[in-house]
Nanobody, 114 residues
């Protein structure tokens, strides 16, 4: 069992930056993939960014060049650095770990004001 706890709830103006953190309750070294997803009301949860065990990263087209995913295996933490934020980035952001099985965090609200 793995618990994922997100932090970094934020209200930020468009153009600003925010860093989300996801702390895992135990080692994430063996996880195949760690990722960040987001969801807005009435829409499906979508992948924002992911990082594999080997360190390969993958980003949604809408965030490429603005967001960066990283991990600190020593502290079992995954980060999402979000720059040049836009109002359309407003969503609940979820941390995800695919060991397998798949684990989810509780979600954290990010609001970008115009």
């Amino acid at each position: 069992q793995v618990q994922l706890v997100e932090s970094g709830v934020g209200l930020v103006q468009a153009g600003g930056s925010l860093r989300l953190s996801c702390a895992a309750s135990r080692s994430i070294f063996s996880a195949n993939t760690m990722g960040w997803y987001r969801q807005t009301p009435g829409k499906q949860r979508e992948l924002v960014a992911a990082i594999t065990k080997g360190g390969r990263t993958n980003y949604a087209n809408s965030v490429k060049g603005r967001f960066t995913i990283s991990r600190d295996i020593a502290t079992n933490t995954v980060y999402l650095q979000m720059n040049s934020l836009k109002p359309e980035d407003t969503a609940v952001y979820y941390c995800n770990a695919e060991l397998p099985p798949v684990y989810w965090g509780q979600g954290t609200q990010v609001t970008v004001s115009s």
